[in-house]
C-alpha cells in the first residue's frame, strides 16, 4: 500500500520507513508527489496536530496519509515545549541545535534527579475512504546538561535513556529504532493495522 508521509522532513522518512516497511506500506514524502503544504497546527494536543497534518496530506493526494507529530515534554518545565518542541523559542532564526540550547538554557535550574523528561509521539494515517487509525508513543528519560552523540537530530543529543545507558544521539539507528517514541507508537499502529485489516495477521 502506497502512503504520503505528511512531512518535509527526510530523517522522520528514514525512522518511520524503518519500521512501516514491515507492514507492506510503501512510504513516500509528500514533496515527492508534488505537494508543498504546511499545515497550521492549531491543536493543543499531539493528537489532534497529528490529525491536522494527515487529513490535510490525505485531501491533497487523494492516498492515505500518515503523519507524525512528536515533541519532548520536560516535567520540571510543566510539559513544555511539548506541541511547540519543534518551534520553541518561537523564534525563526533557531535551528535544532538552537533550539536545543534554549532548552538546557531554560532548565539550568533544575536540579539532578529532578531533569525526568519524555520523547512523545502520536501517528496518525487518514484513509480516503474515512478510515483514522492513531497510535501514541512515549519512551521516558532525563535531560543531561550537555549534549553527546553525534547520531539522531533534534534533541537526542541531550536525552538521556537510562536502559540503554547513553543518550538517543549515542544509539545505532538499529538500537533508537527499538525503543524510540515513534517506534513505540508504530508498534501500537502496527497492532491496530492489523485490527483494521490493512496488515497481515
Given at each position: 500500500?502506497?502512503?504520503?508521509l505528511?512531512?518535509?522532513n ?9 519500521i ?7 512510504l513516500?514524502l509528500?514533496?515527492e508527489?508534488?505537494?508543498d ?16 497534518k494527515?487529513e ?35 523564534d ?7 533550539r536545543?540550547?534554549?532548552?538546557l ?13 519524555q ?7 487518514v ?13 521516558h528519560?532525563e ?36 525503543v ?10 502496527y497492532?491496530?493495522?492489523?485490527e ?6
Amino acid at each position: 500500500m502506497k502512503v504520503v508521509l505528511a512531512s518535509k522532513n527526510p530523517h522522520k522518512l528514514v525512522e518511520i520507513d524503518a519500521i512501516t516497511r514491515k507492514l507492506g506500506i510503501e512510504l513516500i514524502l509528500q514533496s515527492e508527489l508534488g505537494i508543498d503544504i504546511d499545515v497550521e497546527e492549531t491543536g493543543t494536543t499531539f493528537e489532534e496536530n497529528s490529525l491536522l497534518k494527515a487529513e490535510a496530506v490525505m485531501k491533497a493526494s487523494g492516498l492515505p496519509a500518515l503523519a507524525d507529530d512528536s515533541g519532548i515534554a520536560v516535567d520540571a518545565l510543566n510539559g513544555e515545549p511539548g506541541i511547540y518542541s519543534a518551534r520553541y523559542g518561537f523564534d525563526e532564526t533557531l535551528d535544532d541545535w538552537g533550539r536545543l540550547l534554549l532548552l538546557l538554557k531554560n532548565t539550568e535550574h533544575v536540579p539532578d534527579g529532578q531533569r525526568q523528561a519524555q520523547f512523545v509521539c502520536v501517528i496518525t494515517m487518514v484513509t480516503p475512504d474515512g478510515q483514522t487509525i492513531q497510535a501514541r508513543g512515549e519512551i521516558h528519560g532525563e535531560l543531561l546538561r550537555e549534549a553527546r552523540g553525534e547520531n539522531g537530530f533534534g534533541y537526542d543529543p541531550i536525552f538521556y535513556y537510562p536502559p540503554a545507558g547513553m543518550t538517543t544521539a549515542e544509539m545505532s539507528a538499529e538500537d533508537k529504532n527499538q525503543v524510540s517514541h515513534r517506534a513505540n507508537a508504530l508498534k501500537v499502529f502496527y497492532d491496530k493495522m492489523k485490527e483494521a485489516g490493512y496488515a497481515d495477521k
